[in-house]
């Protein structure tokens, strides 16, 4: 069962540009919502995160947007850096009372390419 | 001090072979995962310990899988008769399970995974 929904699959961009990834998911369950980048070879890195009490979330250049009665959430990048080329991951878990504490089920991920 | 390690970085096996995954968590972190990496998708989750106990198994796809954390810190991930559809970037991630009570507050730190290929 598919529970979080990316897109697009690939994006380009051109150095300074901002860059859009948006999720949707299924589970009303879920309450934690993080963004993970992975360059080639790597493990995913967390790059931000939030919970479905705020609608928005700034770190820097990267801002997440949340729509709670849409099931849906975005990633922004402000002024996106060819440094930023990666894949980028939408993920999801609920509180499951400790049973399933921080189990993570994520997007199929977006190949983000910034042209310099 | 030091990220989550993962050993071997590449294993190649042969069909119906065994073979085990070792996962070295952040020290002190008493949460760790296991996810399953297939090329151009996301990780999928395997298992989840606390502490030494699997408190969640409900990833691994058949009981060709298993995984054990007898000290509650170094984990192996094991494959019985492995098939050519086991191929895939097998990650870690550990968290200090110290997040706010009832609040799923840990950050995930995830290794840089093995890369297993099943000939």
């Known amino acids: 069962q598919q529970q979080v929904k990316q897109s697009p699959q690939s994006l380009i961009v051109q150095k300074g540009g901002i860059s859009i990834i948006n999720c949707a998911y299924e589970n009303t369950a879920f309450d934690y919502f993080p963004w993970y980048q992975q360059f080639p070879g790597k493990g995913p890195a967390l790059l931000i995160a939030i919970r479905p009490d705020v609608s928005e979330k700034k770190e820097g250049r990267f801002t997440i947007s949340f729509n709670k009665s849409a099931k849906q959430f975005s990633l922004h990048i402000m002024d996106s850096q060819p440094g930023d080329s990666a894949t980028y991951f939408c993920a999801a878990s609920a509180d499951a009372g400790g049973t399933s504490y921080g189990k993570l089920t994520f997007g199929q991920g977006t190949i983000l390419t910034v042209h310099p | 001090g030091a990220g989550v390690s993962q050993t071997p970085s590449n294993k190649v096996t042969e069909k119906g072979k065994y073979v085990e995954l070792r996962c070295d968590p952040i020290?002190?972190?008493?949460?760790l995962y296991w996810y399953r990496q297939s090329l151009g998708q996301g990780p999928e989750f395997l298992i989840y310990f606390q502490g030494t106990g699997a408190a969640d198994d409900s990833g691994l796809p058949n009981d060709r899988f298993f995984a054990v954390r007898p000290e509650g810190s170094v984990s192996t991930l094991k494959i019985q008769r492995t098939e050519r559809g086991d191929s895939a970037v097998y990650l870690c991630?550990?968290?200090?399970?110290?997040?706010?009570?009832?609040?799923?507050?840990?950050?995930?730190?995830f290794g840089p995974g093995t890369r297993l290929t099943v000939l």
């Open positions: 020290s002190g972190h008493t949460a």
């Open positions: 991630a550990s968290s200090s399970g110290r997040g706010l009570a009832g609040r799923t507050t840990d950050t995930q730190y």
